[in-house]
């Protein structure tokens, strides 16, 4: 199809219809054109479709980003995108809205575990790799939060205010290098503003940096309701509107051009790229939207159970790892997150995975047949109250008082409900109600909690009592991507086997109620864990060979719409370990978190493994690494301070971090992360690249290919061998380090990286390269990056702290690249 012949053919109406979507996941087709809709799909770590965060047609889930950048291996991050344009295409979607590329600024972000590292060449290259897999099976990728989104605190609205040398040498590197180098046919604005203006209608950022200085000619959509103007919007660049229909163009935008306040080549050049992206993903030829279906493929079954082990990182080891699966002794499996399957982190990157399995259920594989494991969960670590899962009945009613009959009924598995879409044709979204009716069996005396949190007003009975009053009541809080509240609890003494009925009402939010228009309810009830169950995990720790704690967060604090309060470990689980390991020094701890935590007990475990969320094949995952049926492929893509404090962001001063009056100040320029650390010489409680191995390696002294670099950069060339007694593998990073720098810069910051895989007695040579690119910094007066003449090392390690070697070269005269270079 000849995009430029059918843009002549359309009127202003229609070409104004293609920039805002028909619906949550779909653009506005033209019928008499021809012109189909497509239709797009979150996200990172899984392709959802059209169905709603909880529920819905089931999806393969992959690990998280975190989890991918700490492989080191872009060509795993390349199979991964693969395998998730395969998925997206089981869901009828032909745009794929990831990955997510901001940089890892503190470890409080709620969304650090959907991005890949504190570092903008690690996260480049695991972009492009992944990118390259998604686009080269035809499924158009969406690199996203462009740009600034480090934090979720007032995310709606908050100004990052960042300057220009920092955007360019950390903030901005993963976009251009999506740009240029893996071809991204899409990009999605964030929803906060960078210094002062919404980045939705941003012209520096959306057409001179994106299209005129880095040539981009795909399509960039908003954020979810983060477009907020009809013409500016348009005119900084901002393609498609999202989701639909659309609020600020349409009749809105026709009447814009009609007063002349745009002109209409504006809206053509949008409407020319959306027409492009349709065909490029070969929706013109191939018009049909099917039906979402479930892929249970085993290829990807497979895949995301070796990722898993490929991402994680092995921070510590007294020798104890990895377990000898024929002679472990009995094992206490302990601790919140053994029995369940922590997979994913929340928010938009949810989806209803095909299955789960939890690292419980992965150990008894392992061993299988073996009656020496115990298992005892001894403390919590939920931050809502725990779901009901079973069946759940709900009515619905076209008013907002459940009045009149119910319309449409549905039965449900589990006490949460999010509603994207109208259930119907003659339903009214944003005008409903609906009861929600489970029955709830306690299977102990005690007094139980329920928890209720909606979008939109609520209450909740239990038997013929009245709980909970959220409708009158309600207040905007935490939940929800903060468009709900924060949960209310009530406790109620419930007798064991005794059943009672919970019922729910819901209605749809009403003006004033502020925050995105969203649609869910969410109940929970549980028997708090007490003393005694800590106690009976002391003493199967003290009475076993082998204590396993898993512990962590999980994806209600992982999660958009909220930063993390702290960095340590939710309820009393730093106690828990603590106290496990003073009654038994063969304890070991998996960690699962979307970011780094304070180990106040790292001294007196024997292994600490770090296992982030590594998607539906968790606990098979993990128990591969213990008993080293695969080896902890990972290294830390961030790094883990010794307490909150030591990180950059946090200096004490709320408008460095989470923000003042509107805005927050990234103070800290360039030195976040191991460029922090490296150069204010503080020290870590576990470095940037750290992670351990099964084997061990030996690396030669490198070579450099000349004494001074040129116009071709240069050469690094070094041996490694595997001198241990089974294959692993080891990632060599190669960072740069002026060595009389004109400007403060930091210590030093990686320009490359190689993850080599080797079998017993293995060696192999590998190269790595520098360019001049590579030994620049950005000069904001100049508005350039340059190079400056001079001494340089590269600088071969193991993590930021594990320097290996050391090569120097130098640059003969100054070298300088332009922004559009």
Known sequence: MAVDNLLAKMTLEEQVALLSGADFWTTVPVPRLKIPKIKVTDGPNGARGAGSLVGGVKSACFPCAISIGSSFDPALARAIGKALAEEAKSKSARVLLAPTVNIHRSGLNGRNFECYSEDPHLTSEMAVGYIEGVQGEGIAATIKHFVGNESEIERFTMSSDIGERALRELYLPPFEAAVKRAGARAIMSSYNRLNGTFTSEHQ?????????????????????????STVASVAAGLDLEMPGPTRDRGEKLVAAVKNGEIDAAR???????????????????????????AEDRPEHRALIRRAGAEGTVLLKNNGILPLNKNDTGTIAVLGPNAAEARIMGGGSAQINAHYSVAPLEGIRKALAGSNAIFHVKGVANNRLVKLYRGPVHIEYFNSTDLSGAAVHAEDIDLSERFWMDPISKTFNINAFSARVVFTYTPEADGVHVFGLVSAGRSRLKVGSQQVIENWDNWKRGANYFTAGNDEVRKGVTLEAGVPVQIVAEFRSPIAGDGGLHLNAIRIGVELPLGEAEFEEALKKAQTCDVAIVFAGREGEWDTEGNDLPDLRLPGRQDEFIAR???????????????????????????????????????????????????????????????????NSAITGDPAVYPGKDGHVEYREGVFVGYRHHDTRKI?????????????????????????????????????????????????????????APKVERPDKELRAFRKIRLAAGEAKQIDL??????????????????????????????????????????LDEDWKLSVGG
């Open 683 to 739: 020290k870590t409680l576990f470095p940037f690249g750290h992670g351990l191995s099964y084997t061990t390696f030996s690396w030669g002294r490198p070579k450099i290919s000349a004494e001074a670099i040129g116009k071709d950069g240069l050469k690094v060339t070094l041996n490694i061998t595997n001198t241990g007694k089974r294959a692993g593998a080891d990632v060599v990073q190669l960072y740069v380090r002026p060595l």
């Open 204 to 228: 520096w950022l959306l057409t001179q940096v994106l299209r005129v200085e880095w040539g981009f000619d795909g399509i960039v959509m908003s954020d979810w309701f983060g477009s907020h």
């Open 769 to 810: 390269c520098i360019t001049l690119r590579d030994l620049c910094r950005f000069d904001e007066e100049a508005r350039c990056f340059i190079a400056d003449a001079g001494e340089y090392e590269a600088v071969i390690a193991a993590s930021a702290e594990d320097i290996r070697h050391t090569c120097r070269f130098r």
């Open 267 to 293: 809206i053509a050049e949008s409407a020319h790229r959306i027409l492009d992206l349709i065909r490029w993903t070969g929706a013109f030829t191939d018009v049909e939207m099917r039906a979402e279906v």
């Open 580 to 646: 496990v390991a003073a009654v038994n020094p063969k304890t070991i701890v998996v960690l699962q978190t979307g970011g780094p935590v304070e180990m106040p007990w790292i001294d007196n475990v024997a292994a600490v493994l770090q296992s982030w969320y590594p998607g539906q094949e968790a606990g098979n995952a993990i128990a591969d690494v213990l008993f080293g049926f695969a080896e902890p492929g990972g290294r830390l893509p961030q790094t883990f301070p010794l307490t909150l404090e030591d």
